[in-house]
Each structure stands twice: as C-alpha cells, then as structure tokens.
C-alpha cells in the first residue's frame, strides 16, 4: 500500500510540469552548455560502482598503460603495420560498416571475435556464419582501459577477459581534445562471463547491458512502441510526430556528409540532453538517443561517460512577435544563436551570432 501511495505521489509530481516547462525558456535565463568538471573517481570509487556482471582480477605481470598506448599510438606511423591492421580487420570493417575502431581479433572455431570501440564505449565484435554481431560492454572508457595489445586471448573458456587499467580523465577547460587520460591503477584483467554479455532478453539485437546502459527497455523489443523495434528505430525512445517544433528541431540537428545510408548503423547514435517533447519526437536520420536534463535520472553510464557532442537548447518566445523564437545549437568548438520564425507552413531560420570555442 505504502509503494503504491508512493508511485501515485511520484507520479503526480512528474505531471507538474508542461510541454511549455519543458521546451520553452520562461525566464530571461539562458540555457548554459553543460560542461562536466566533475572530479575523477577514485580507485576504490570505480570498484565501488562497477558493473555486477564485470570481475576484475590483478594481473602479477602486465604491460602498464602507458607502454601499451605509446606502443599502439606508434603503429600508426609504420606503413607495413597499418597495412595489415587493415588486411586483418577487413571482414569487420566491412560488416560493421566502418562503425568502430578494432584490435584483438580471435578465432574460436567457426566463429571470428574482435575487440570494437566507438563514441560509445568498447564492444565486443562477432561474425559467425557470415551474420555480425555487436555486444556493449557497459565499461566506460572514462574509468577503463582496454590495451591494445592482448598477451592472453581474449575469450577463454566461457569469459571475455581483457587486460587493460583503471584509468581517469582530467579536462582541461576551455580546450576540448587535450584531455589528460591516464592511468590509476594498472595490472587489471576484466572478465565478464559471455552469458552476461550475450543477454538478449527481448531478442531485439541489443544486448541487455546496451539497453540499460543507454536507457532503453531490456525487455521490450519496442521501446517507444511506435511499431519499430529497437534496433530498426532511428529514435528508439520516444515516438516520432510531424508538427512545427518538431520541424524547427530536425532543421537544427548536426548535419552529416559521405555516409550513404544511416539505417545501416546500428551502433553510431547521436545523444542530446534534453526534456523537450517535441525535440523527443523528431523523425532523424541518424540514430538519436536522448539524456534527461536532470542528472540523477541519467543511467549510470552515461552520467560518468561524455556521449554527448551536439545540443539544442529550449525556445525562447520573442516578448514582442509571435510565432518568433530563438534557439541555441551548440558542438564541442562551437555554439551558434538562431532566430526562427514560422511563416506560411514554413520555418525561416537565422543565424544571429556563432562562437568558436
Ligand atoms: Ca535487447
Ligand atoms: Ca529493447
Ligand atoms: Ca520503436
């Protein structure tokens, strides 16, 4: 009884606030970039919060951080090396469309495994009769390091296991790409068992650590339920409408060139921090996922993991015009002041005013 009082009570407190609330600026205000300078987390911080299904074992003999990514960063420059990453990466580079970066390829009879990372995070990569597959491993790269360079084979006797160390990433204000990524404590192999990473429990493609790891519904092949299935919707966690903010927010979302068909990437999203309905309800092109404005709401994983590159802010009403706003778009070198305004069944967007960072 006391749970249900509760949910009621929650529940209509979550019905406070409007669509106006949550997409329009009613105070003079203006919407911030939110630039996190949290402090790093600790070593014991890390442990504290790892994920239930992650064992970590201390390594007596190791390659530290450090040798690993001066060695891997050097690889680049030798011609003959690249090349055969190349050769030797090709079959994953073709399934998975170019989606991630690779290492540490594996044949287990007839089955072919590679270490992937994108913007994401570190996946686990498998082509078996021809038919590739993707599976998150829910290890931020902001407390993880994966090497590069395996000296054990990566899938032993029913577990993934990488060698790798906990790291931590220091920004430096003001200047986006000079992070300072470093090691805390090395020597770490991280074993997950392949059931954990396999769990697909609505079988939508996903697998349950991605799910929850980005918010959407492990046990529903249909989010949204729009109809779409998870894997197949390019906005998996709201369902898209047609009417004018929504128009006004696809105009104003990062524009992308030379990738035919974005249908094809499962694994590449765009992420937004927003509570705006009408920027939920958009029809991209790309696959979009969004993060509640308020950070306690967010999953864990993305609370303590920079996805987020691009926003649009709220609308801002012109006190004097009607049916004329301005909004914000913002990158990680840039931000940008549009005026809108909606005219005869169309939007005529300005741009007022850019800042390179
Ligand atoms: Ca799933
Ligand atoms: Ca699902
Ligand atoms: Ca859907």
Redesign the pocket.
Known sequence: MKYICLSIFIFLLSCTKTVEDRCFITTEDKIQNAYKEDNPYTVNQILNNKPRYLEIVNLAKYRNFKKDSIESGRFWDNEEIWKAHIEEFKIFQKKFHDEFGFSSRQEVGNTTYALGSNKLGYWLLKIQDNKPSAYFLGLSFSHYYINKIQEQPMIKDGFLQLEGSLVKIIKVGGLPGYDDYSAIEDGKLFKINLKDLFKDSDNDGYNDIFEKSFGLNENNR?????????FN?LN?MFRSENNKFVQLYEMLLPQYSGIENFRNLHYSFEFFISDCDYFHQINPSLRVLFLPENEEKQTYYTRVTDVVDHGVSKLKRDHEATDYYYIETWGSSYSSDYSAVFKDGKWILKNIGSTVI
């Open positions: 249909d989010t949204d339920g729009d109809g779409v299935d998870d919707d998996p």
